[in-house]
């Protein structure tokens, strides 16, 4: 097993957690994350494995700042409370945590899960990302979610008795669903007075049932321009009820916004525990055993469950960043970008290409790099401009 690094040092630079829980009840139709359905598991091999990748993510570490804990999934409200407890009891003995650090965890709104609200706040979680995805009980089933819209209440109300922050989670963009019906749906949603709201394009992942369903001809999501409307009424609605946008898909009020998605969409280091996570720190990419039985051995044998790890040459770390911070309301900054990648923002991007984007006002002017709500909506077309220099140095180094 890793040794335990150094004592935390209290100013050192930012650090983020991801901890993934890889277990849900169902698997969505939708869904190409890594999650899996198990008739149960044992919580205490679960603990000891999360906490062992923890150490060993520590020790590579030294001197890190902790400012964030994300738990995603997956459906991490499945996760006993004790095991939360303990994974947060242990990131504070081994880093430095910052005293504003921030706790979030995505949970499903069953009645189970609910039911464990008041204990996962005691376990140190200050922030639920709820995952109600609809107010229509159509398109839950059809979405494959195991709650209905009264359950997905229930939990709501309980969420807010509970935690100091919520979040919202919904998708629109779905099959046969056009701009006013989503807008009556987010009117509704931002009637709850909670602090944030992601609203999220539903896309036809590879690999997915619905990926099979649209293959058949079975599922046909609306038309481009209905889809565009659905994304442009929901900056409109969520900036009338004071949640500006801050990121393509987020919407916050001031104060409000997830700190911890921040700090990674400005390339802030962070590390990934758990099947299937991701982390960025030091200049290395690390991404752990996706499989659940896979990740508890190497754990095992290992001390971690790392099955990749290499370095990131700056021309992929520059792309990384302007993939990310261009989603961003407040777009990358010059003086970050460098910091965090090594490279000039100048030097990462065409010139010819960012002078035509902001004639065509998909870029706004000034040192940093920003995209306007155009350019958001278009942001996929908006990158194959910028980056093509940055195409080639990659091609070039391999």
């Not at 335990?4 to 930012?14: E, L, M, Q, Y």
């Not at 359950?151 to 709501?156: H, K, S, T």
């Not at 049932?209 to 409109?236: K, N, V, Y």
């Not at 909506?377 to 180094?397: G, S």
């Amino acid at each position: 097993m890793t040794a335990d690094p150094s004592p935390p040092v209290p100013d050192g630079p930012p650090l983020g957690l991801y901890v993934h829980w890889p277990f849900c009840v169902t698997k969505c139709p939708y869904c190409d994350f890594n999650s899996h359905v198990r008739d149960g598991w044992d919580e205490t091999v679960w603990q000891r494995a999360l906490l062992a990748d923890l150490a060993h993510e520590a020790a590579m570490t030294p001197g890190y700042r902790l400012v964030s804990v994300f738990f995603g999934g997956g459906t991490p409200s499945l996760m006993a409370p004790a095991t939360v407890a303990r994974v947060l009891d242990r990131a504070a003995a081994l880093w430095a945590t910052a005293p504003d650090l921030e706790v979030s965890l995505e949970a499903n709104p069953s009645s189970v899960e609910a039911a464990r609200f008041r204990d996962l706040a005691a376990a140190g979680v200050q922030r639920l990302s709820l995952g109600l995805q609809a107010l229509d009980d159509v398109a839950l089933r059809l979405l494959g979610r195991p709650h209905d819209v009264a359950q997905g209440l229930r939990a709501l109300r309980a969420a807010v008795a509970v935690f100091p922050r919520v979040s919202i989670d919904l998708i629109h963009s779905r099959p046969d669903q056009t701009a006013a019906a989503w807008a009556r749906e987010l009117d509704r949603a931002l009637a709850f007075g909670t602090g944030h709201l992601s609203a999220y394009q539903l896309t036809i992942e590879p690999g997915t049932r619905f990926a099979s369903l649209a293959r058949r001809g079975r599922l046909a999501l609306p038309p481009e321009d209905e889809a565009a409307a659905m994304f442009e009424l929901t900056a409109e609605r969520c900036r009338a009820a004071g949640l500006g946008a801050y990121e393509i898909s987020n919407h916050a009020r001031p104060g409000e916004e997830c700190r911890h998605n921040l700090h990674v969409w400005r390339y802030g280091a962070y590390v990934g525990i758990g099947p299937g996570a991701h982390g960025r720190r030091g200049g290395v990419a690390t991404v752990r055993h996706r499989r659940p039985e896979a990740y508890l051995g190497a754990v095992a044998h290992h001390g971690h469950g790392i099955a990749d790890e290499r370095p990131v040459p700056p021309a992929q770390a520059a792309r990384e960043a302007l993939l990310m911070g261009l989603r961003l309301a407040e777009g990358v900054d010059p003086v970050r970008f460098q910091a965090a990648t090594g490279v000039a923002l100048v030097q990462a991007i065409n010139p010819e290409a960012r002078v035509r984007l902001q004639s065509w006002g998909l870029l706004a002017p000034g040192p940093g790099l920003v995209a306007t709500a155009a350019g958001r909506a278009v942001l996929d077309a908006v990158l194959v401009e910028l980056v093509a220099p940055l195409e080639r140095a990659a091609a070039e180094a391999t």
